[in-house]
C-alpha cells in the first residue's frame, strides 16, 4: 500500500515557475515507476512525466524543455520542476506510483495522489 501527498501547486504567471512534490508513504518508494499527470477541465487525464525506479525519466512534447522530474529515494519523494510555465498548463496535477517488472509488467493497481492544482494566469 502507498500513500501519496501532492503539494506546491498554486496560482503563477506565464513565464514562472512552480516546483511540485509528492511524499510517498507506505512501502518501498524506490521500487516504484513515479509519474505525474495531468487533467485540465473538460479534458481528458494525460500522462505528463515519468521517472523510473532506475531513474530514466520521460516527458510529453509539449512540456520537453520546460518541465524536469527528479526523485529522491531516501526522502521518499518525487519532484516535477516547472518553469516557463502557459497557461495551457493550466489543471490539477497528480501523482501516480506504479510498480513496473523489468520485462515491462505492470504489478498490481497503480496508486493515486488527491491533485493539487495549477494555475497559469497573468
Known amino acids: 500500500q502507498v500513500q501519496l501527498v501532492e503539494s506546491g501547486g498554486g496560482l503563477v504567471q506565464p513565464g514562472g515557475s512552480l516546483r511540485l512534490s509528492c511524499a510517498a508513504s507506505g512501502s518501498i518508494f524506490s521500487a516504484y515507476d513515479m509519474r505525474w499527470y495531468r487533467q485540465a477541465p473538460g479534458r481528458q487525464r494525460e500522462l505528463v512525466a515519468k521517472i523510473t525506479s532506475g531513474g530514466s525519466t520521460t516527458f510529453i512534447d509539449s512540456v520537453k524543455g520546460r518541465f524536469t522530474i527528479s526523485r529522491h529515494n531516501a526522502k521518499n519523494t518525487v519532484y516535477l520542476q516547472m518553469n516557463s510555465l502557459k497557461p495551457e498548463d493550466t489543471a490539477v496535477y497528480y501523482c501516480?506510483?506504479?510498480?513496473?517488472?523489468?520485462?515491462?509488467?505492470?504489478?498490481?493497481?497503480?496508486?493515486w495522489g488527491q491533485g493539487t492544482q495549477v494555475t497559469v494566469s497573468p
Open positions: 501516480n506510483a506504479v510498480r513496473i517488472t523489468s520485462s515491462g509488467l505492470q504489478i498490481g493497481a497503480p496508486y
